[in-house]
C-alpha cells in the first residue's frame, strides 16, 4: 500500500471537502428559508468564475479587486434572481420553485456558453508559486487559500446565525414563518438576503475551482457533486452542510485510492458519493443532522 499516497489523498479530500461544505451551506440557507432546493446552485458557481475571469482578463484588475467585484456583482445577482423569479411565486407550491430552479440552471447555463464559448479558458497566474510543501507533499497555493477562506465563513455562518439580528431573523422563518411575521419579521427581506448570500458564497468556490482547473460549463456539475453532501450532513441543518462537505470530499479521494490499488474500474471517484447518497437515503433518510419529522397518521 502505497502510504504516501493516501496521506496525499485524504489530504485533498479535506481541502476539496471543506470547499464541498462551504457550497452545501449555500444549499441549505436557502432550503431553510424558503424551504426550496435550489438546483440552480451550480451555475451560480459558473457565474461567479466567469465574472472573476472577465475582470481579470479583460479588465486587467489584480486579483483582490476583481474578486471583490464578482462577491459584489454576486450579491446582488442573487437579490435580483429572488426579486425578480421568486418573489412573485411565494405561496405557490413548492414544486412550481423548485421547477423554475431548474429552468433557471438552464439558462443561465446556455447564456453562459453563447457569452464566453464552450472551452475552458484558464485564469490568469495569480499567485508567485503554484504550490507549496507540506510534510514532504506538494499543495496547490489556491486549495490551501480555498481552506482558509472555508474556515472563515463556516465561522462566519456559525457567527451570523448566533448572534447577528439577521441571522436569529433567519432562523425564526426557517421554524415558522407566520409566527416571524407577527413578531415584525420581513420575511420578504429574509429571502433576499439567503439568496445573496448563497450566491455570494458560491461565487467563491466557483472562483477556486475555476482558478485549479479553468472555467467552462463543466463547472456547473459541481453543484451536483455537492448534492451527496447536502443529504448526508441533512438539508437543514448548517452544521451537517460543513460535516457532508468534508466526508464526501474524504470518501471521493479514498475511493480514488481504492481504486488505483486494488479494484481498476477507473470512476470510483465521480461516482463514490452517489453510492453514498443512496445508502443515506435509504437508512437515514433526514441525514446526520437533519431534522427527522414525525407524522401522526
Do not use: H
Not at 40 to 50: D, K, N, S, V
Not at 70 to 96: C, D, H, N
Not at 143 to 162: E, N, Q, T
Amino acid at each position: 500500500m502505497n502510504a504516501d499516497l493516501l496521506f496525499q489523498l485524504l489530504l485533498n479530500g479535506l481541502i476539496v471537502g471543506s470547499l464541498y461544505g462551504v457550497v452545501a451551506m449555500s444549499f441549505v440557507l436557502i432550503y431553510k428559508a424558503s424551504q426550496v432546493v435550489n438546483f440552480a446552485q451550480g451555475e451560480f458557481l459558473l457565474i461567479g468564475a466567469w465574472v472573476c475571469w472577465y475582470t481579470l482578463t479583460a479588465w486587467q484588475l489584480p486579483f483582490v479587486w476583481g474578486f471583490l467585484f464578482t462577491l459584489a456583482f454576486m450579491m446582488l445577482f442573487g437579490v435580483l434572481i429572488q426579486i425578480v423569479v421568486l418573489r412573485p411565486l411565494i405561496g405557490e407550491p413548492v414544486i412550481s420553485v423548485i421547477m423554475v430552479t431548474i429552468g433557471m440552471s438552464i439558462f443561465f447555463q446556455a447564456l453562459m456558453k453563447w457569452m464566453f464559448g464552450v472551452f475552458a479558458q484558464p485564469f490568469p497566474p495569480i499567485f508567485e508559486t503554484s504550490s507549496v510543501g507540506l510534510a514532504g507533499l506538494q499543495i496547490k497555493t489556491v486549495y490551501l487559500l480555498s481552506l482558509a477562506m472555508s474556515v472563515v465563513i463556516m465561522g462566519g455562518f456559525a457567527w451570523f446565525f448566533k448572534f447577528s439580528k439577521m441571522g436569529l431573523a433567519m432562523r425564526a422563518t426557517a421554524f415558522d414563518q407566520q409566527a416571524a411575521q407577527s413578531l415584525g419579521v420581513s420575511v420578504r427581506q429574509v429571502f433576499a438576503l439567503s439568496w445573496a448570500i448563497s450566491a455570494m458564497v458560491s461565487a467563491v468556490a466557483g472562483v477556486v475551482v475555476g482558478v485549479v482547473n479553468g472555467v467552462s460549463s463543466a463547472l456547473s456539475f459541481f453543484g451536483i457533486k455537492v448534492f451527496p453532501a447536502v443529504i448526508l450532513g441533512g438539508l437543514d441543518s448548517i452544521i451537517g452542510g460543513m460535516v457532508g462537505g468534508i466526508i464526501v470530499g474524504l470518501l471521493e479521494n479514498i475511493a480514488q485510492f481504492a481504486d488505483s490499488q486494488w479494484l481498476n474500474l477507473g470512476n470510483m471517484y465521480r461516482i463514490a458519493p452517489f453510492y453514498v447518497l443512496i445508502a443515506i437515503l435509504l437508512i437515514r433518510p433526514y441525514g446526520l443532522f437533519g431534522t427527522r419529522d414525525i407524522e401522526r397518521v
